[in-house]
Each structure stands twice: as C-alpha cells, then as structure tokens.
C-alpha cells in the first residue's frame, strides 16, 4: 500500500484530534468556567437542572405529607385549648319499691344536672400553646423536607450528568482509536516486520478495552438515571442538559467570604435553617411539657348544677322542685411519688432534647465545614487541570502521533498518550461533579428558612 494512503489516514486522525482537543477546551472553558448563569435551556428532549427540580418537588409526597401534617396540628392546637364537653345527667332518685309512685314519697324527684370540668391550673393554654409549637416545628419540617428534595435531586442529576459525560468522551475517543487501527493496519499492509504487527494488536486491544469501559459505564449511567428517575418520574430517561457548565450552575463561595470563615465562624450560617429550627421547635415544646406536668400540683375543678322535680303529694299539695349546686376538686396530696416524678422525667427529656441539638449542631458543623473544603480544593484542583494538566495532555498526544507520522515516534507512546489525555478529561468531569456536588451540600446546610429555597419556589441560580 502507498505510503500516502497511510498519511491521509494520520491527516483524518489529526483532523478528529483536532476535534477532540477543541472538545477539551470547550471542557475547560465551558465546566471549568466560573461566570453565573441566568438562561435556562427549554429544550424539551433533554432534562435541565432546574426542571428536574420542578418535577422533583410537584411529584414529592412528602411535601404533601408534611402540608397535611400541619394542617392537622394547626385544628388540633384548637382542640386542645377548649374545655372538655359538659355533662349532662338524668335520674330518677328516691322511688318507693313499694308502688313506684312519684307522689308517695316527699323525697323522691326527677332531675337533671349538668357538670363542667376544668383542668388544672393553666393546662388548657400551655397544650394549645405546646400543639402551636409542634405545628411550628412541622412547618420548619415541610421547608426542610423541600429543601432536602432540591438537594437529593441535584445530587442524582450530576451523577447522570457525570456518567453520560464520561460516556460521550469514551465513544469520542473510541473514533479516535478506530483510526489509529487504520493508520497501524495500512502501515502493515506497506511494510513488513513484527513492529507493525504489534501495532494492529495493541490498537485492537485499546478499542476492546474502550468497550469494556463503556459497558461498564453504561451500566453505572443505568443505576444514576433510575436514582433521578425515583424522584423526576419518567422524565429522569432524558438525557440531562449539557449546554452549560457546572461551575456556572454551582458558583462558589455564594455567601461572600464563605472561604475565608474559620470553622468556627460557620454558626450563623446554619442557625436559622428549617431543620434546625424545626428541632429547637421541639425543644420548646418539651419545656412546654414540662410546665404542663407541673400544673399537676395544682386542683382539677369541677362544677355541677342540678334541677330536681318533685311531683304534687297524695292529697294533691304542690311540692316546690329543688336545686342544687356543687363545686368539687381533688387535693394533690402525695406529690412525691407521682407529680414529682412526673415533672423529675420531664426535666430530663428537655434537657435529653438540648443536648441531641448540641450534637447535631456539631454534626451540621462538621457537614459545611468539610463541603466547604472540598468545594475549594475542588476549584484548585481544576485550576491546575484547566491551566496545566489538560493542554499538556493534549499537546503530549499531538506531538505523539506526529512523531508516529513521520516515522520518528513509537505506536504504544501514540497510544498511551491517548489514553492518558482520555483518563485526564475523564477525571476532570469526576472533579467537576464532586465539586458540584459539594457546593449543593453547602447549598442547602446554609438553607434560611426564608429563602426561596426554603419556600419551595425554583429560581435561577446566581452567585
């Protein structure tokens, strides 16, 4: 075979190079960019960010869950602050066994009373009041539950977004190899030796070992889809949007010298978050608790008015009808081995409660603290990738298969330059999900209970 048959080949290769290193810049230029976005795409065949969310908190039933939740605490905070129902009683007293008649005995009437409890001391106000925390406490929980939702969905979209990324550069290279076969093959048609031969095999076998790695990853891009399809429905099928990168989408530092806080200036960031402060909620209402059980020290009154009739006597003399009136109330007595104790367990489970909040404090600490740092190793890292890693693995493989070309270079140097520049992008759109995926986490362990966010309404991410 002529020599110029094997030179148009390396022309085609270098022309599809050139393709692939303009889809690395378009890596580092377009994922690797750090400008806010305001344009959503509206492309129905693929799914955006932004719509996944929609869908993510339309179809959620435990937004709806939680709604309800609330609505039912909200009529029972009613309830609870109500008296209980008065009591009304019918009797028949004092009827002669003998003959059964109303007008033998001066004694015996007809009556009807009615009884009104009342509970002890305030008791009727602090459990409307404890119940009005608790719905409180599950509002936080629904803005939270939002929230989480927006958070989870984010994570399951960039995991597709990884996978059918890293996927696309596999089929890319894979031309790529095809024609480095076809460059080996022709040069072994042209000449002869066990050089050339060795170069036909190892191209083969990187093209058998890039569809081992695609099928691989398809079936790691098959487990994320059906992860974002539990929460977006059938629209999780859609390939996911690719038309912006993921720094524009996650800018960092969205606070303003979040980088710049110590760990232990992170507090204020996370205080008035709905979780938080569903949780200081419950606390509330377990000092609430305990200023109920306390009220057992006080008398539970009850007050009873009776009406009775007597019927005129035998000789036919009216009978004046009688009324009666009664108060009564227990006496607590043996306060030590009931209200004392009763109030001895309450302090303890809203003290129990303070301390579950410290450590969660902690916990959530520990959270923004640590995502917070990756975010910013993250940036460095795809600095050094953008600026250093990536132009050089492309400039590496160019001068490779030049080398190769002009007979100057060895084919397993073409081929590991290849791969080497393929596992580099690879890993830069690990770094740029994981990076995504950490500034989400600081998204939402910063969640104020009164931003957009928190209140389920789907805005356009800006720095």
Known sequence: MPTCLYRALAACLLLLSAS?????????????S???????????????????????????????GASLRLHALN?????????????????????????WSLDQEPMTQLSVGVQQAFPRG???????????????AQEWARQDRIARVK??????????????RSRRLLLDDRVLFDQLRDIASA?????????????????????SRIDERLTALNGKLSMARAALVEWVGTSGFLPVTEEVGLQEMFPSDRDGGLATLASTELHPLIVDHPHLLAVQQHISASDTE?????????????????????????????????????????????????????????????EAARTDYQLL???????????????????????????????????????????????????????????????????????IVNRAAAIAEVQYLTTNADSPAANGLVTEVSS
């Open 34 to 64: 750090v400008q806010p976005i305001h344009v959503t795409s509206i492309d129905s065949s693929t799914l955006s960010l932004e719509r996944a969310i929609a869908l993510g908190l339309e179809s959620d039933p435990g937004v709806r």
């Open 187 to 207: 040069r072994y048609r042209s000449t002869t030796g066990e050089a050339r031969q060795q170069d036909v095999l190892r191209a083969e076998l990187e093209l």
């Open 361 to 431: 404090l902690r916990q959530w600490l520990r959270r923004l603290s640590s995502a917070r740092d990756d975010s910013i190793q993250s940036d460095q890292r795809l600095q050094l990738y953008r600026e250093t890693l990536l132009p050089q693995a492309a400039f590496v493989a160019e001068a490779a298969l030049n080398a190769y070309d002009n007979d100057d270079g060895d084919f397993v140097e073409v081929v590991r330059a290849r791969i080497t520049q393929l596992d580099l992008r690879i890993q830069a759109i690990e770094l």
């Open 75 to 99: 009529n029972e905070a009613v309830a609870r602050g109500s008296l209980p129902d008065p009591r009304v009683s019918l009797m028949a007293g004092n009827l002669p066994v003998d003959s």
């Open 290 to 350: 305990v200023d109920i059980v306390q009220q057992g020290y006080q008398p539970a009154w009850s007050v009873e008015a009776r009406y009775g009739y007597r019927a005129d006597d035998a000789f036919g003399n009216e009978r004046a009808d009688l009324f009666s009136v009664a108060l009564s109330f227990d006496v607590p007595m043996f306060t030590a081995s009931r209200q004392d104790r009763s109030v001895s367990a309450e302090l303890a489970r809203a």
């Open 151 to 164: 958070h989870a969905v984010s994570i399951a979209w960039l995991q597709v977004y990884r996978w059918q």
């Open 122 to 136: 305030d008791t009727l106000r602090l459990k409307q009041l404890q119940t009005e925390q608790r719905a409180k």
């Open 20 to 32: 692939a290193k303009a889809g690395m810049e378009s890596l580092t230029s377009e994922d690797i």
